[in-house]
């Protein structure tokens, strides 16, 4: 036999109760359930509001009116006429009945615990006979029962606790009388010895179910809500949670305590002492197997079940010698909180026993600082305790998993994901049981914790990266096209998610926290972004407070950089293709790193050097490991490469260089590449990475510019004057072939000297054979001696670049 609890939602409407009904039947097929009902859903509320109008005096018809109509069209629909009579009549009766207890409590302005119990009665009283009348009609043995005479409790208004015994004993003996029948029973509500109307607190219908589950030794338990079981988080915060199969009586007590309003937490009392299944079922996702929380639950490879937060919590600090090996301090403490009725959320104490935290509601925040202040007079006045302290708006986040106990690193790898996305945490506690960390956080931080946690334990599920990104020109184009390409392959073979959450150029700016389309990217900035504002840009991604955030900036501009550090500051992580960031003056590089490394962020800048050929993490890795950087020699300007592998023959210069800006290698300002200053960044940025605090001063660099186009003031300008020096190029062209040579503009990092330098190379030369837009480098280092380390490819373009920005971006995935 089982016993079936349906909440407020599948009694809330007459489709829903006809689902009901449905699934009751098909269990009686099998044998006669116990169907425990709660009001219809929004009653209890409405019962709640009246009782306190009534008291304060106003008028409360509209609402009374309200839980006639809801009723009312219930039997309408789902009775036919002959037998809605009597339905009508008896609720009429508990209308006027609830009617008369408001009446005295307007009259009295007077609410009481004892009446406000009673009041409430009727959202469970009117549903339960309602019903027990509509499933009467379609398989005939159903009868309404209220539970109320059946459960019998202490005298604890509004949270009554149950006489166990004497409740499975009158439990027992009705079902055993009505055993043929299908017991439609009034959940939440309950009596004392004298006969009155008791609650079980809000959510009890679950504990009703519970108690007779285990009165009658049921089968199984079913719940029967709106949602899919209990998830691995609130699903409102996690878009990825997800539904969990099977969980211990703890762990679902330690996931429910802690925000999952799933199930009433202390109805896995009765089902634990009794070793039943409770079932966790969607009465309107018949397809959904259910959470199953029992005692032989199989092995899971889950290493935590799931993630519970409260969202608004105070915390309390009390400090003071006076508190040192007293033994009795803290029994004092927090018998004079719970004596008072107030919940300790959670306690942490410092081993040298000179602090204690606690949290609490903030609504009890104040009432707990006032009985402490009296309670412990004696110890204030002598200074032997400090006033205590209130810290308002936090949020408890909780790992809850049995899991726990047998894997070490559980709490590293919280503690990572919290520290990468910059969560400060004030206080952890850690439960005896090792099945539960908590730790307190600011509630503006809960989200993105949340989700962070959330991807730093379900890693089988896809991570997902927030991407904010500058620039939508050549470079940042291509990188949306790649992204759109890969992301099938991304979530196939990485389990990761790029989001771009954010677009900004220096038109408009965009930002959408679900991700905005890579399809019509375009057409959505032109049409629904607002006017770019860049420090906006930045303060509103800061804002939107999400996990995994990467600031990638695909412009040339100088303003982004002044934004770098902030961003860092913010614990999010940098991805960069645009030098002036670092090759600006060496304290600011420096201080990018040490922040970046401070604030557990990555910044990445691959294609700062060589577009995407690994050049800067080769070096990274050569001197991270020990290795010293001897001599650079390298071409490292992919718009003069091409310049001089195709300025040949026929080919004009000023032609060959318009060829390599339509190829998409030269910066947006062709010049920078022409007059070295580009190759210049490279140098220095690479120079810095080797060990050397150089700075742009520093780096001597041959010009292959005749003055008069080094002076040109616009783009248009220097073209100009590239055809007007035609014969000065052509000159340089003939010299190097004359003598079987080609011209190569190499840089040179030595002894922390670095120089650029235009030279006519032959063929024993190893920087001869280049074609296209090809960089080429060779290390040489204490490792690489003899023989150099070399890299070379396309140093340039579109694609290279958007890719090497591409691989920067996933490599921040790889370490959140
Ligand atoms: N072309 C290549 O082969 C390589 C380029 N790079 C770097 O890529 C970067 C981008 O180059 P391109 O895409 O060719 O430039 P681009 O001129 O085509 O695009 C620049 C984009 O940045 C935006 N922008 C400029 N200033 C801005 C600001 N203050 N705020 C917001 N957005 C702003 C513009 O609106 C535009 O969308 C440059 O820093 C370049 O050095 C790096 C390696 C190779
Ligand atoms: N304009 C640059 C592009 C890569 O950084 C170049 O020509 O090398
Ligand atoms: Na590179």
Redesign the pocket.
């Known amino acids: 036999m089982k016993v079936l609890k349906f909440g407020g939602t599948s009694v809330g409407s007459a489709e829903n109760i006809k689902t009901l009904l449905r699934l009751v039947g098909e269990e009686k097929q099998k044998n006669n359930p116990v169907v425990v009902l709660s009001a219809m859903s929004g009653v209890t509320n409405l019962l709640t509001d009246m009782a306190e109008m009534a008291e304060r005096g106003e008028d409360y018809d509209a609402h009374l009116k309200e839980i006639e109509a809801r009723h009312f069209a219930v039997i309408r629909s789902l009775l036919p006429a002959a037998a809605q009579n009597p339905v009508f009549t008896r609720l009429k009766i508990f209308f006027n009945e609830l009617e008369d207890l408001l009446q005295a409590v307007a009259n009295l302005r007077e609410l009481s615990l004892q009446t406000k119990d009673q009041i409430l009665s009727y959202g469970e009283r009117c549903s339960s006979f309602m019903i027990a009348h509509i499933a009467a009609q379609n398989f005939g043995n159903a009868i309404y029962v209220n539970g109320a005479e059946l459960i019998k409790t202490d005298s604890n208004f509004g949270q009554a606790k149950v006489d166990t015994e004497l409740t499975e004993m009158l439990i027992k003996n009705f079902y055993q009388a009505n055993k043929d029948k299908v017991l439609f029973v009034t959940g939440f509500i309950s009596s004392n010895a004298a006969g009155r109307i008791t609650t079980l607190g809000r959510g009890g219908s679950d504990y009703t179910a519970a108690v007779w589950g285990a009165a009658l030794n049921a089968e199984e338990i079913e719940i029967w809500t709106d949602v899919n079981g209990m998830m691995t988080a609130d699903p409102r915060i996690v878009k990825k949670a997800f539904s969990l199969q099977e969980l211990s009586y703890t762990e679902a007590m330690e996931l429910s305590y802690f925000g999952a309003k799933v199930i009433y937490p202390p109805t896995m009392i009765p089902a634990f002492m009794k070793k039943i299944p409770i079932v966790i079922k969607n009465t309107f996702e018949p397809n959904f197997g259910g959470t199953y929380i029992k005692s032989d639950v199989k092995a899971s490879n889950l290493p935590i079940k799931g993630i519970s937060s409260i969202d608004h919590i105070s915390i309390i600090n009390l400090t003071g010698s006076g508190m040192v090996g007293k033994a009795g301090f803290s029994g004092r403490l927090f018998s004079l909180l719970s004596r008072e009725q107030i919940n300790v959320v959670l306690i942490t104490q410092s081993s040298s026993e000179h602090s204690i935290t606690f949290a609490v509601k903030p609504t009890d925040a104040g009432q707990a600082i006032a009985l402490i202040k009296k309670e412990f007079e004696l110890e204030l006045d002598a200074n032997k305790l400090a006033l205590p302290e209130v810290e308002n708006n936090l949020a408890v986040l909780a790992i809850v998993g049995e899991n726990m106990k047998r894997t070490p690193g559980m709490s590293g790898r919280l503690f990572n994901a919290l520290g990468r996305n910059g969560i400060n945490v004030r206080a952890i506690a850690q439960g005896s049981s090792e099945y539960n960390i908590s730790v307190i956080i600011s509630a503006a931080d809960l989200s993105k914790a949340v989700n962070a946690v959330h991807d730093a334990f379900f890693t089988d599920l896809k991570r997902t990266l927030n991407i904010f990104c500058l620039g939508t020109g050549n470079i940042g184009k291509t990188l949306f096209n790649q992204l759109k390409e890969q992301m099938p392959f991304l979530a196939a073979n990485n389990d990761l998610q790029v989001k771009v959450t954010g677009i900004c150029n220096t038109r408009k700016m965009i930002f959408n926290a679900d991700g905005l389309s890579l399809e019509n990217w375009e057409s959505e900035l032109s049409s629904n972004g607002e006017q770019a504002d860049l420090a906006e840009f930045v303060a509103k991604m800061k804002a939107m407070n999400l996990p995994n955030c990467v600031f990638v900036d695909n412009t040339a501009a100088e303003t982004p950089i002044e934004f770098y550090q902030g961003v860092f500051e913010s614990s999010i992580s940098v991805v960069t293709c645009n ?1 002036k960031g670092n090759s600006a003056d060496f304290a600011q590089y420096k201080s990018f790193k040490d922040t970046a490394r401070k604030f557990g962020v990555d910044f990445y800048y691959e ?1 700062n ?3 995407g050929l690994p050049i800067i993490r080769t070096l990274k890795e050569l001197m991270m490991s020990g290795d010293k950087v001897a001599r650079i020699e390298a071409i ?5 490469s091409y310049i001089f592998n195709n300025f040949k023959g026929e080919a004009g210069f000023y032609q060959t260089v318009k060829e ?1 800006q339509e190829l998409g ?3 947006p300002d062709p010049r ?2 022409l007059n070295g200053k ?2 210049m960044r ?1 140098m220095l940025i690479l120079a810095r990475d080797a060990g050397y605090p150089l700075e742009a001063a520093d780096v001597k660099i041959d010009n292959i510019l005749p003055e008069a186009c080094l002076n040109a003031t616009s783009v248009e300008d220097f073209y100009a004057e590239l055809q007007k020096n035609a014969a000065y190029f052509e000159d340089l062209k003939n010299k190097a072939a004359n003598d079987g040579k080609v011209l190569r503009y190499i840089g040179k990092l030595e002894d922390g000297n670095v120089e650029i330098s235009l030279q006519m190379v032959d063929d024993s030369h190893p920087f001869y054979m280049l074609s296209g ?1 090809d ?1 080429i480098i060779s290390f040489t280092t204490d490792r690489y001696k003899s023989r150099p380390l070399v890299v070379k490819g396309p ?2 373009g579109a694609e290279v ?1 958007a890719a090497g920005v591409f691989a920067d971006i996933i490599n921040v995935g790889q370490t959140t």
């Open positions: 030098k294609t050097v060589g577009a490292l300007s992919g718009t003069i390599a290698y030269t910066e920078d590449d580009d190759f490279k837009s960089n140093g340039a670049t």
